[in-house]
């Protein structure tokens, strides 16, 4: 409850683990949305969409990959596909997804990675579900991720 006016709100954050993802499901539902881009300096995402660089963040950044939509109000939201949160921005000690889709993002992350693994130890690794177990939960938490 707020004593704002409708469509006075700019800029609530929207985070999202998958942008194209989110981005086609909000379009699905009748919302207007922004392609997706990355700011061109520090803070363009704030700016029009001439300081906005087209597509996602180079290598998918995480934090870094940006759509725009508006809700009926009015207010003005920022999607922020974030694939690997910061030390300290999630409790360390917990692995949770927020969504089905969240938990196939980041087994497809765990999925790419392993294969690097086993492509750098030239073998098969038969306890891979170990590894991606440990490979999620290091992602996030912010920690290093095994190579």
Sequence with gaps: MTS???????????????????????IARGAQVSEVFHPGSPGAQFQPADAHLSGPAPDHQSYGSFATFSDPDGNRWLLQEVTNRLPGRVEASETTFASPSDLASALRRAETAHGEHERRTGQPDANWPEWYARYIAAEQAGKQLRS
């Design 4 to 26: 704002a006016s409708p469509g006075s709100a700019e800029n609530l954050y929207l985070i999202v683990s998958d942008i194209e993802a989110a981005r086609e499901q909000l």
